[in-house]
């Protein structure tokens, strides 16, 4: 009806009804039926015949048909906004457009035969079939979606309505509700006064879940990764993960190891395989700081790795699921960046199952001070996919919403909603009261029972249990929860297996001393023909031609022509790791041509525009080689590629920002994951972090990537932070982050103006031997009264000056490394000097940036005895000025003290 009745009705219905006219047979039978049944009028002997429909009542008709389907179209739409689905009884107020009035429509209308092509023989009959599947205990929204194709499949799958329960399923849902009910209820009493976050109010997540999981064995998925906030995170883990509940309790009682550093318990994760109807599934939960919706790219990161170690290019054997809080996810901006990523080639992962365990309240916050728009769910209109909001207190619809939810991200790999919308029985932990704040909500709260009675009573009225039944069942979830208590008192000794195992089997953590330096060079005719490899375009292929210079160019550094720049030794070591079996991946803003024109480690077809990227054709049976420009994106694909990275310990993982500066916008994921994940959750991750940093006069944004915040943050050797010199240090360094077994977020200062300074070259044999060298010392100088130690690019400035001023009483010594730090061989670099030559630490940042503070924390004001100075910017709370004549003086200022000129 609605794809037939437009602007130009009436001419449409004309020419219909003229063909029923002539042959009633030749139109659609919906359509015969109904001219038949209009045309019937009683005679004056009270029998009903035939009369012909006039041109006015054709008119009439259409005018009736189109505010018919008009109505109706809306009241799919927005039929949403009457839905039951608050829980608490909360009126919500009849939009005018719901009403049928507001399209002319009278109530003599509603009895007005339609077309049986609209599902009943009266207006009025497919109203009540609209109130029931639009209006009832949950809420679709998919008016929002462009799509016909994807409209037109979910008003098919929801005009044959929702699968209903088995009695079997109905319960396993009280079982379920019943068994997360009592959870909480054993922690308060256990344990009164602690911090649970406790999922009272939406118990209807576990059997949700349950679900769930058994729809993604239904449809092939072996693994799933889970992300998920505070709330109700404790059940999840003890009766969907199956942690042990003794190791759950044990976290309560803190029977923990001598140093233990550790997290607090609802941020921890588990992994378990959960058997299912269809199947094993391999169900992993992350770690998660309190940035709450910050795990969303990490665990989309970890699913992608997993799809990827499965050849799964279609993107189905491994699934997302998060659960986010309402006020989180429509609050945090994260969320849009994650969002917005998970449908671009380089981060989707087939659609993701998203679960808002809705409180109706962020910690005091009430929705109308949280979110501008009708639900905390509107950012996800952005992806094109249905939400579902549905009242928590019916789980019989879960059964119905999950599976169409699950269809429609296996159909359209897409993301898909659903909005449980529950209750908060505490408050936002259990030391708050929530009646300060919300005494309304909160009054009807208590008058509340828990939902597993109330849905029990339904049960035992239609026959499926028996209060003794349940009883029963309920004494032996208790004696269960019982029995793990004891134990945790008795035996104070963790289940849980340490980390290491799967995919981490063979990786060290810990401190780098006594871990192996291996050698990382490649044999210069292995180098050489790789690079003849990276060189090699397709036939026929149409490079640009301000391109062919530059590749010729890179053809003679491989013929050992010509030295090697920084960005053909990085190209090296992507394809010699390539080549021996590591795959690597690099995603960041502009990263295949790279932002300083430098990369170009993707050619494109300056006619057709095809990209091709001659690292992935460089041997038979060699691991991909990715590289992929971002999305303006920091957080989330920082996230993203750290989550990558925790599923891939034998791959170069990287993330490259566009300038180090950028790295600004990733600080939660530096701080909650990567620089604190292995002493928190004794997680390793070998995530690169390319960040461009030099003082070059390009302003305060495009200088300092921050330096300081790094080695601020290192301790105990949870981090590498470097700032290599050369191309050859940089080719070692990367190689030495995947041939060694030591797994360590590894940092690098990468240059800007290095990238074509012709003195930052390095020849191929400095590639072909040898390794990544901490320090970097030339030969002592007897005469050397002054020892400058430095880092990064303004050794070059120093170097140049020293030349031009023939300065042969100041050496210069490079710390390449920075942690950890290399004291050894520090030690050993200044060992030949006398106590009394001075050493000068130069940088090019303010005094309290940079890492001058670091050195100085560590050192005092001698370095291995000798005196320790400082040659730096003043300080400053910017990195670096705006003004490009300011700034060459000020470099200059610092070369000239830095050698005593």
């Known amino acids: 009806m609605e794809r037939s009745i437009d602007s130009s009705n009436l001419a449409f219905l004309e020419a219909l009804y003229q063909e029923y006219e002539k042959n009633p047979a030749s139109i659609p039978a919906e359509w015969a039926s109904y001219f038949q049944k209009v045309q019937l009028e009683p005679t004056s002997n009270g029998l009903a015949e035939r009369q012909p429909i006039h041109e006015a009542s054709l008119a009439e008709l259409a005018s009736f048909f189109l505010r018919a389907v008009r109505f109706l179209r809306t009241y799919r739409e927005r039929g949403h906004l009457i839905a039951r689905i608050d829980p608490l009884g909360r009126e919500r107020r009849t939009p005018p457009e719901l009403d049928p009035s507001f399209f002319g429509l009278s109530e003599a209308d ?9 599902g009943a023989p009266t207006l009025r009959a497919v109203l009540e079939q609209y109130k029931a599947r639009y209006g009832g205990t949950v809420g679709i929204e998919y008016g929002h979606l462009d799509d016909p194709v994807v409209r037109n499949w979910i008003e098919a799958r929801l005009a044959s309505g929702f699968p209903k329960p088995t009695p079997e399923q109905k319960k396993n849902i009280h079982q379920r509700l019943m068994q997360a009910t009592l959870f909480e209820e054993f922690l308060q009493k256990k344990y009164l006064g602690a911090k649970t976050f406790s999922l009272e109010g939406t118990e209807s997540l576990i059997p949700l879940l349950d679900i769930a ?13 889970m992300g998920m906030a505070h709330r109700g995170r404790l059940n999840v883990l003890a009766n969907v993960v199956k942690k042990p509940m003794r190791d759950i309790f044990l976290e309560f009682e803190e029977h923990f190891p001598e140093g233990y550093h550790g997290d607090v318990k609802y941020h ?23 940035h709450l919706e910050f795990v969303a790219p990490v665990a989309m990161g970890r699913t992608r790795a997993k799809q990827d170690r499965f050849g799964d290019v279609k993107r189905e054997k491994g699934m997302l699921l998060l659960v986010h809080g309402d006020a989180a996810f429509i609050g945090e901006g994260i969320v849009q960046e994650t969002l917005n990523i998970s449908g671009l080639p380089a981060y989707t992962v087939g659609g993701a199952l998203h679960i808002i365990l809705n409180n109706q309240v962020g910690f005091t916050t009430e929705p109308h001070e949280y979110t501008a728009g009708r639900y905390s769910t509107e950012i996800a209109k952005m992806v094109e996919s249905p939400i579902f909001h549905v009242n928590a207190e019916d789980p019989e619809a879960l059964v119905g919403v999950v599976a169409l939810a699950m269809d429609f991200r296996k159909e359209f790999k897409r993301d898909v909603f659903i909005d449980l919308i529950g209750y908060r029985k505490r408050g936002h932990n259990e030391t708050d009261e929530p009646s300060f704040t919300q005494p309304d909500m909160y009054r009807r709260i208590a008058a509340k029972k828990p939902l597993y009675l109330s849905y029990q009573a339904k049960l035992e009225q239609e026959g499926l249990c028996t209060p003794e039944s349940c009883e029963a069942l309920a004494k032996q979830y208790q004696d269960t929860l019982e029995a793990a208590f004891s134990g945790a008192r008795r035996e104070p000794t963790p289940t849980r297996p340490p980390a290491g ?34 060189t090699r375009l397709p036939e026929g292929f149409q490079l640009h031609p301000k391109l062919v210079r530059f590749v010729e160019a890179r053809r003679e550094m491989g013929l050992n022509k010509r030295p090697l720049d920084w960005a053909a030794a990085e190209m090296l070591a992507f394809a010699s790791l390539a080549v021996e079996g ?16 430098q990369r170009h480690g993707g050619y494109t077809d300056h006619i057709t525009g095809e990209r091709y990227i001659p690292a992935n054709h460089l041997a038979e049976g060699q691991a991909p080689v990715e590289l992929y420009n971002s999305a303006l994106s920091e957080a989330g694909v920082l996230g993203f590629e750290y989550g990558y990275s925790l599923d891939m310990p034998e791959a170069l993982v990287a993330w490259e920002a566009q300038y180090g500066d950028f790295v600004n916008t990733a600080q939660v994921i530096i701080d909650q994951f990567i620089a604190s994940a292995e002493a928190k959750w004794s997680r390793l991750s070998g995530i690169v972090m390319l960040l461009p940093h030099g003082m070059e006069g390009g302003g305060p944004e495009h200088s300092s990537a921050r330096l300081e915040r790094f080695l601020q943050l290192c301790s105990n050797d949870n981090m590498q932070v470097t700032y290599p010199t050369t191309p050859a240090q940089y080719f070692h360094l990367l190689r030495r982050q995947v041939v060694r077994p030591w797994r ?10 290095l990238l074509r300074n012709p003195d930052a070259v390095s020849r191929l044999e400095e590639l072909a031997q040898g390794r990544f060298q901490r320090v970097l010392a030339g030969t002592p100088n007897s005469k050397a009264k002054r020892v400058i130690l430095c880092s990064g690019k303004v050794f070059y400035d120093l170097e140049a000056a020293r030349k031009a001023a023939q300065k042969d009483d100041v050496d210069i010594i490079r710390l390449e490394q920075l942690y950890p730090f290399p004291n050894k061989e520090l030690e050993a670099a200044l060992a030949p000097y006398p106590e009394s030559t001075e050493v000068v630490w130069v940088q090019e940042e303010p005094a309290n940036m940079g890492a001058w503070w670091f050195i100085r924390a560590r050192f005092g004001d001698r370095m291995f005895g000798h005196p320790l100075h400082v040659v730096a910017r003043p300080e400053s709370s910017s990195p670096a000025v705006g003004s490009k004549k300011v700034h060459d003086k000020e470099q200059q200022a610092i070369v000239s003290a830095a050698l005593g000129l």
């Open 582 to 597: 590591h795959r690597v991946r690099i995603s960041g803003q502009d990263v295949v041509r790279g932002t300083f024109t």
């Open 501 to 534: 195992g799967g995919v981490w089997k063979g990786y060290l953590g810990g401190p780098e001393e006594g871990v192996p330096d291996p050698e990382t060079g490649v044999a210069a005719e292995k180098l050489a023909a790789l690079m003849e490899g990276l």
């Open 268 to 290: 921890l994760g588990y992994s378990n395989d959960i058997e299912t109807p269809y199947g094993k599934l391999h169900l992993s939960l992350n770690f998660n700081p309190s």
């Open 213 to 225: 999981l058994e729809n993604a064995a239904r449809q092939g998925v072996v693994e799933v990764v």
């Open 110 to 118: 509603l009895d007005r035969p339609i077309p049986a092509e609209l």
């Open 744 to 753: 360590k977020p590894l940092i690098v200062m990468t240059p800007k103006s």
